[in-house]
């Protein structure tokens, strides 16, 4: 089942692939706008896969995004290594959401 799995996979995300590309030329008109936001939720525990993720992200073709990295709570480690990021990549981005409590 695998095997078919990651053959019906390849396909779809070649063809999406070409899709976002062709899509991120057509957007090149509005400058300084990225053609696509990924937002992703953490805490400290998740470090070292957001540090996989960031690295995936950053060898990917399209080049044209912003990554919200979104804390509901303190998350010192996390908001260390994206701030030291920022600084080099203006595309990754912490935000720390305060609590109403």
């Known amino acids: 089942m695998i095997p078919n ?4 996979t390849k396909g779809k995300l070649l063809s999406l692939h070409y899709l976002a590309n ?3 030329k057509l957007n090149k008109n509005k400058k300084g706008e990225p053609f696509l936001c990924i937002i992703t ?3 400290d525990p998740s470090l070292i896969s ?3 993720l960031i690295n995936d992200m950053k060898q990917q073709k399209l080049k ?3 990554h ?3 804390s509901n709570g303190a998350s010192p480690k996390i908001e260390k290594y994206i701030t030291a990021l920022h600084s080099k ?3 990754f981005v912490y935000i720390m959401l ?3 409590h």
């Open 5 to 8: 799995l990651k053959k019906f």
């Open 64 to 66: 044209d995004f912003i």
């Open 41 to 43: 939720p953490v805490f």
């Open 68 to 70: 919200v990295v979104v």
């Open 22 to 24: 062709t899509a991120s």
């Open 98 to 100: 305060l609590s109403n």
């Open 50 to 52: 957001l540090k996989k």
């Open 89 to 91: 990549d203006s595309r």
